[in-house]
């Protein structure tokens, strides 16, 4: 056998069955299972599955989760259960959730696999049998017909009007007319019409085909291996919070250090020491944060499924808040996905047609005015033809309408409908009598009928095609001789359309005697009257068009990628105002090296005539590149790409099972305008995670600092390490939550995108944290040293106790934004934090006055002078930082969008 690898769309099929030593009749069974152990089953792989044991286990290896556990650890040795308890849960919490998104790949593996055709018709010892699909081997002779899967890679022999959807591997959007001539070595996969693929669907015809590729080297198997290949990154809030564990280590190791020897230095047992040392690891470890974290991304999950994003991954919801390129399919996510008759070119005239998609409501127009069809019987007939040759069918329901059959023949059911012409009423008048069924070899469809006592012949096909045939055409209510010019005109009208990538159908008809019953190819030829033009295209969706603009405003470049034409991606773009920007082909894109795709791609906003791989290779330079990449698409094309993207976005109507498991996020409407909707959103989340860090941040620093402050001053502890769980787990997390559910401002699409080297912790958050966390801690500091020497040591840490508490009531207000005042931002519009304020004071006051709360917590009665001092420390806090934000707004934004320079010598 013949190794011509890659190139059997350039052999003819006589020659392909040379090739592979194969016959038309098939091979014998010994044959095929030679071949079978020399090729291996037909069927889709998947590399070894981890245990899932080691896939939860490796959930641990973290060094925020290493810190969390050490919190663990040590409010078991102060014997604080409950603490250790929640800790614990929440570390389980988190790792049922990794672990259920680390199996995501095998579920897209198991996906792949069952689009496998689990049967398949084959020529075998010169009969047909029905055998599994895995048994196939290269040479087996293949039978199909219209509905079948394919179920491999196969050169066709034999066709008759064969048509294949390949959408869920190429991203064509219209079935493809197939044949079995031979064609040049340089053709993509999506023009190489004499093979059909693997897990494709005959939708029309019949053929016979061979066997050339089968298992892993099918084109749907070397998606599958780019799946396996694909290694998933962290996202950006997974750096951000491994970084923060990592400061927070090296503090609490610093802080820890620093108090031992202080302590010792003041004469201080090595118990003493030790407790010193537990409360400050205690008020290192932001206890709460994970929990926090969880909470407030899953309600944003919840909100964003309301606005039709549903996510699959929990940190996805952020990382599309830090997108800076969206690369979007056209079919269906930036367009409807529904052939619609935008201009029709009948009588010398263009008449535009209004509405869109498959309601058949809209408006004729011509030269601006609004035209009646009846009165015009050129166009009348023009979309009579366009009904009764027709094999679709519009299906109307309750608040829509869909189409049954091929797109094209779709929308012209629809044009006609809007102008009060009904299919079936027709057909009751116009029965089809018989009929030429279109091929691709002619390029037309012929259909007749009973017409005023004779036969009449409507037809439709190419333009050029029925301009050969027609000897007339329609010239008002006359028919006229065809000449050059009007030819030539003809022609133009259908140029000119074609520019504005429209699919350009052509009408015409012929009177026939009434004896005639059996329709043949010689009766219309060189007879036919030319009627019309039907210009038709899938249209852009309105709120895409909108999406674009706010995208622009945003700072986020939406890059188009499609299987389509050029010319037809070209002039969406156009109509969507996408960037300006270089069209590249998939052609194109196969003759650059990665360095010159590297150089060009930030000028390029179009790639058209995409295949497979070539998404993941424009996903992984723009990686490259620095941005945060979100990608959707709906096929098993796209599923590399949807996994190697920093966000993947999977169709929710039209996408396949194989895109969704491969995908962060589904668009349940597939609508690009979503996808916008959920950046939007995604900033919205990420602006209230800043929130809660620099809340969580500043009171364990504030805690570290007044500990400190205490030690070397006055010798004694201000807080006991059971106090700081309490805020840090209670208080703290009571009123994180509820920050995280900040309420919009309603500005994140008009600021420009978070570089993806900025995470959550930005130098101007670092000077604010320091800032409240300074002023906190001397706060406490001073109150605590005060109280010492008039009090017992005991009251001195309540009063102490309760003024940090009062610190994080007022705080909480503060930290609802870093630029906008509590007036600005409106009071009461987050009632969550007020409700989990009134919470917090009630369980401070339990632990204050329940006896059996006073014990466990070493807490006494205060006084309501005391509680004054508290409230009043924290109210002066809260006037400051309040003062900042009206007079200063913009002092702690340094590095909030972009890093900051290096300076260079």
């Known amino acids: 056998m013949r190794d011509v690898k890659e190139q059997w769309h350039s052999l003819g099929w006589d020659e392909a069955l040379l090739a592979l030593d194969s016959k038309r009749s098939g091979l014998t069974e010994t044959e095929a299972k030679a071949r079978l152990l020399q090729y291996g089953p037909n069927e889709l792989r998947g590399k070894k599955k981890t245990p899932p044991i080691l896939v939860f286990l490796r959930q641990f290896l973290s060094p925020l989760i290493y810190v969390l556990l050490i919190a663990a650890i040590i409010s ?39 689009m496998a055709a689990p049967k398949a018709r084959v020529r075998r010892d010169g009969g047909v049998k029905l055998l599994p699909a895995r048994e196939i081997v290269p040479g087996d002779i293949l039978l199909l017909e219209t509905g079948d899967r394919v179920p491999t890679d196969a050169r066709l022999i034999e066709v008759s009007n064969l048509k294949v959807n390949e959408a869920t591997l190429t991203g064509e959007s219209m079935p493809v007319d197939k044949h079995t001539e031979a064609l040049g070595e340089a053709v993509p996969v999506a023009d190489r019409k004499n093979l059909i693929y693997m897990g494709t669907i005959v939708t029309y ?67 003493e020491v030790f407790l010193l040392a537990v409360a400050a690891a205690v008020s290192a470890i932001p206890e709460g944060l994970p929990a926090v974290v969880t909470v407030v991304l899953a309600v944003g999950m919840r909100i964003m499924a309301h606005r039709n994003a549903i996510i699959r991954k929990l940190v996805a919801v952020e990382t599309l808040g830090s997108a800076t390129v969206i690369c979007s399919d056209k079919t269906g996510t930036l367009t409807l996905n529904e052939m619609t008759v935008r201009r029709l070119y009948v009588d010398g005239q263009w008449v535009e047609v209004t509405g869109e998609g498959y309601v058949p409501e809209g408006e004729f127009h011509r030269d601006g005015q609004i035209l009646n069809p009846e009165g015009e019987p050129s166009l009348t007939l023009l979309l009579r033809i366009g009904a009764l040759c027709n094999d679709a069918l519009l299906i109307r329901e309750d608040e829509c309408c869909s189409i049954f059959g091929d797109p094209t023949e779709g929308a012209l059911l629809v044009a006609a409908a809007k102008a009060g012409v009904n299919k079936e009423k027709l057909e009751r008048t116009f029965p089809r009598l018989d009929e030429i069924p279109f091929q691709s070899e002619k390029q037309y469809m012929a259909t007749l009928h009973p017409r005023d006592g004779g036969r009449v012949v409507f037809v439709k096909g190419a333009v050029e095609r029925l ?8 010239k008002g209510d006359e028919v006229a001789p065809l000449g050059e010019a009007d030819a030539q005109a003809i022609m133009q009208a259908n140029i000119s359309m074609a520019e504005e990538a429209m699919r350009v159908i052509a009408t015409a008809y012929v009177d026939l005697p009434s004896e005639l019953e059996e329709l043949r190819d010689q009766d219309i030829r060189g007879s036919l009257v030319f009627v019309g033009l039907a210009g038709m295209a899938d249209p852009p969706r309105e709120e895409a068009k ?13 890059v188009m990628i499609t299987g389509d034409h050029k010319v ?34 930030e000028y390029m906003s179009v790639f058209a005539r995409i295949e497979p791989l070539h998404k993941l290779r424009i996903v992984n330079v723009l990686k490259s590149h620095g941005h945060v990449v979100a990608m959707t698409g709906d096929g098993v094309n796209d599923a590399p790409a949807l996994k190697a993207a920093d966000i993947g976005v999977a169709m929710g109507i039209t996408g396949t099972d194989v895109a969704k498991e491969a995908s962060d996020m589904i668009l349940a409407d597939d609508n690009f305008a979503s996808v916008v909707a959920a950046v939007d959103e995604g900033r919205a989340i990420f602006n209230r995670l800043r929130n809660v860090v620099f809340f969580l941040l500043s009171t364990n620093l504030g805690e570290l600092l007044a500990l400190i402050l205490a030690v070397l001053f006055v010798g004694k502890a201000p807080l006991l390490a059971v106090q700081i769980i309490w805020v840090n787990l209670v208080t703290d997390t009571a009123v ?6 900040e309420p919009k401002f309603g500005d994140e699409l008009k600021q420009p995108p978070r570089h993806p080297k900025v995470g959550l912790i930005f130098p101007g958050l670092l000077l604010r944290i320091g800032f409240m966390a300074i002023l906190m801690s001397v706060g406490i500091f001073l109150i605590f040293n005060w109280a010492q020497a008039r009090v017992s040591l005991e009251e001195a840490r309540t009063i102490a106790f309760c003024s940090l508490v009062a610190f994080e009531w007022f705080r909480a207000f503060n930290a609802r934004s870093d630029e906008y005042t509590i007036f600005r931002l409106g009071v009461f519009r987050n009632r969550w934090l007020i409700i989990s304020i009134s919470v917090a004071i009630m369980l401070q006051l339990a632990v204050i006055y329940v006896p059996f709360l006073q014990v466990a917590f ?10 004054g001092i508290a409230i009043l420390a924290g109210g002066s806090l809260f006037v400051i930082e309040e003062t900042r934000k009206a007079l200063f707004p913009r002092l702690f934004t ?4 972009k890093p900051l320079q290096k300076a260079t010598t």
């Open 858 to 867: 070493s807490t006494v009665p205060l006084g309501i002078e005391k509680w």
């Open 568 to 601: 037809t991606a070209e002039s969406i773009a156009r109509q969507l105002n996408l960037p300006s920007g270089k069209a590249v082909t998939g052609a194109e894109l196969q003759q650059m090296s990665d360095e010159e795709l590297s150089r060009q791609v």
């Open 546 to 558: 909108e999406a674009v603009r706010l995208c622009r405003q945003a700072g986020i470049k939406v």
């Open 467 to 474: 301009l050969s045939l027609s000897k007339h055409f329609l």
């Open 76 to 114: 078991v040795v102060v014997e604080h259960f409950i603490d250790a308890g929640v800790i614990l849960g929440v570390l389980l919490l988190n790792a049922v959730v990794g672990f259920m998104q680390e199996t995501r790949a095998e579920r897209a593996m198991e996906a792949l696999i069952q």
């Open 736 to 741: 994180a939550i509820p920050l995280g559910l």
């Open 894 to 897: 340094l590095g909030k969008w």
């Open 205 to 271: 015809g019949r053929a016979a085909a061979m066997a050339v590729r089968t298992g892993m080297s099918t084109e749907i198997g070397k998606i599958a291996t780019a799946i396996q290949e694909v290694k998933p990154e962290k996202t950006p809030l997974q750096k951000s919070i491994g970084k923060l564990s990592q400061y927070i280590i090296v503090i609490f190791l610093g802080v820890c250090s620093l108090l031992v020897v202080v302590g010792l230095l003041k004469g201080l047992g090595w118990f």
